[in-house]
């Protein structure tokens, strides 16, 4: 399938232009075009032309400094301050201008880490900003950002946000943006692109005019643009009160053996048909706890218990169970997609749970798969390779693998990164569903419209303790 076709556009320097478009309309490979890192002609079909500067983006790489969606993808070295520095090394920056880039790169981002933390040792939203310190650092003339702030807390996307303005304040760098959630960016830029998902443009204009014209509304909104003012219907979620499954009692949890605790004195039950939301700041250890409930990390202290009714039979302690008793109860789906993925298409994907770890019939793998793969539209996508899928289209992946081995848990870390308003209202009907046939959805979630809508319980993490709220 072609990811971008029947493009024509002009984008003048120091523009600052915000691309939309539904997940999976070419947004991201567009921006990889325009960093000139698509590959080569052999790897690929292209037809048309596109220059940064008058010659092809290969040539003229330097001026361009992409972030990825996934900031594990670019990270190359083990010190945050290597890291920052990396690039400018590469394009032969003078050595007394490069540390007091990399110090402003990094304080204009709002990471405060040493230069030598290692990088392995940073949450999702603090790599985030990382990778965005790196590029600033190398003060390209064309800054490329895919959903920079996607994984971040409400206070960093403000905060990196606003950096980003500065340092084009002070540079007049032109911005190309990739962000769904619009408001965030609507007010800084001078230009909406919105990208068809059939080929060509849909909008092109000022944001006012793109976003507040009712005929082009209509028609962003009938797309799964997020426009302001505008959020999706989605179902009520009924909640039942089924028996307890997991406990933990006084638990602490790290990320290594030997690191010190992230979070400890935690008292939580989880129990059927209900959902819970895991709320804190980047770095503040939601997801070593939310791998902890998994079964994939050990507990540095206290207890992790699974009660009869998830255990049936094979023991109290999640992790110790094999990976067939595991998966059959507690499905996890990671904060980064490709950290799941095993084969070569979506469709063995899809089928590698079922099949070879819970070993269900044929007519059972059909009977659970194909109904996911219609709701979280990967029913087009089954041939293709999971990694060349765009941001959204993997996450939505990875929530069907977990979902087609049927798990009493399921734990889904930032589930709706990358997912326009369509695909974010049809993943809560979804949840919606297994909530109330049973299932007990835990959340790692920046997104406070997702926990409302879940109507979810809310465990909010500080870095050191996790308490429990009433749900907003």
């Not at 400094?65 to 290597?82: C, F, Y």
């Not at 990088?119 to 999702?124: I, N, V």
């Not at 006012?208 to 989605?234: K, M, S, Y």
Request: charge should be negative; hydrophobic fraction near 45%.
């Amino acid at each position: 399938r072609w990811a971008v076709r029947d493009i024509d556009l002009a984008i003048d320097a120091g523009q600052r232009v915000l691309l939309l478009g539904a997940s999976g309309a070419g947004k991201s490979t567009l921006l990889h075009g325009l960093a000139g890192v698509l590959g080569e002609h052999d790897e690929g079909e292209q037809t048309g032309s596109l220059a940064v500067d008058g010659v092809s983006p290969a040539a003229a790489r330097g001026r361009s400094g992409l972030v990825l969606q996934d900031p594990d993808t670019q990270l190359v070295l083990a010190r945050v301050g290597d890291e920052v520095a990396f690039g400018a090394e590469n394009l032969a920056v003078p050595r007394a201008e490069i540390w007091p880039r990399v110090r402003r790169a990094l304080d204009d981002v709002g990471l405060d880490v040493p230069l030598n933390h290692p990088t392995t040792a940073l949450s999702g939203g603090q790599k985030q900003r990382l990778a965005l310190a790196a590029v600033l650092a190398m003060q390209p003339g064309l800054l490329l950002l895919d959903e920079p702030t996607a994984n971040l807390d409400p206070a960093g996307v403000i905060e990196v946000r606003d950096a980003v303005v500065r340092v084009l304040d002070r540079t007049a760098a032109t911005l190309v943006v990739v962000e769904h959630r619009v408001e965030v960016w609507a007010d800084v830029v001078d230009r909406v692109i919105v990208l068809d998902s059939d080929g060509g443009i849909l909008a092109d204009g000022e944001p006012d005019a793109v976003l507040q014209r009712n005929a082009v509304r209509t028609r962003l909104i009938e797309a799964g643009v997020w426009v302001p003012g505008h959020r999706p219907a989605t179902p009520a979620v009924r909640q039942g009160a089924g028996e307890d499954l997991l406990q933990a009692a006084g638990l602490s949890v790290t990320r290594t053996k030997r690191g010190p605790a992230v979070l400890s004195g935690v008292d939580l039950i989880l129990g059927q048909g209900e959902a819970v939301s895991v709320l804190g700041p980047n770095g503040a250890g939601k997801s070593t706890l939310a791998l902890t409930l998994a079964g994939l990390l050990k507990p540095r202290a206290g207890k992790l218990t699974a009660l009869d009714p998830l255990a049936r039979g094979v023991g109290s302690t999640p992790q110790n169970w094999k990976s067939a008793e595991l998966v059959s109860r507690i499905g996890t789906v990671f904060q980064e997609p490709e950290h799941q993925f095993l084969t070569n298409t979506v469709l063995e994907e899809l089928e590698f749970g079922p099949r070879r770890v819970a070993r269900q019939s044929e007519a059972d793998i059909r009977r659970r798969i194909d109904p996911i793969a219609e709701r979280l539209r990967l029913t087009g996508l089954l041939k293709a390779n999971p990694f060349t899928l765009s941001g959204g289209e993997k996450r939505r992946l990875s929530v069907a693998t977990m979902l087609a081995t049927d798990p009493d848990i399921l734990i889904l870390d930032e589930p709706t990164f990358g997912q326009d308003a369509n695909t974010w209202a049809e993943l809560i009907g979804l949840l919606a569903e297994l909530i109330h046939a049973g299932t007990c959805v835990v959340s790692v979630t920046h997104d406070r419209e997702y926990t409302t809508a879940l109507g979810s319980r809310i465990v909010s993490v500080d870095g050191h303790s996790a308490t429990l709220e009433v749900a907003a």
